[in-house]
């Protein structure tokens, strides 16, 4: 079992910058991969980016790409998620996710652990 835990979220105006936290726990061996994903009331939980635990390798959703940065700390087990630059439309929850699956990293059924999420509100 891997517990997250996320925290960072908040109120920001458009162009400011939030740094998302999420703390893994209860499991010795890291998992495979760990992304974030966000969601809008109605809408599907989508895909924002991912990190690899292993080598680091990253990748995003087009519509942050250039905005957003997503690292580990392999020391503190803690994956973060740097938002500059941000907009109204980046207003969702975020999730953190843990997952064991190499493949399809972009879908939520790659990860089998979730955090309980947090609200980010973007004013314009």
């Known amino acids: 079992q891997v517990q997250l835990v996320e925290s960072g979220g908040g109120l920001v105006q458009s162009g400011g910058s939030l740094r998302l936290s999420c703390a893994t726990s209860g499991r010795t061996t890291s998992p495979y991969a760990m992304g974030w994903f966000r969601q809008v009331p109605g809408k599907e939980r989508e895909f924002v980016a991912r990190?690899?635990?292993?080598?680091?390798?990253?990748d995003y959703a087009g519509s942050v790409k250039g905005r957003f940065t997503i690292s580990r700390d392999a020391g503190k087990k803690t994956v973060y998620l740097q938002m500059n630059s941000l907009k109204s439309e980046d207003t969702a929850v975020y999730y953190c996710a843990a997952g064991d699956i190499p493949v399809a990293l972009t879908r939520t059924t790659a990860y089998g652990y979730w955090g309980q999420g947090t609200q980010v509100t973007v004013s314009s």
């Open positions: 990190i690899t635990w292993g080598d680091g390798t990253t």
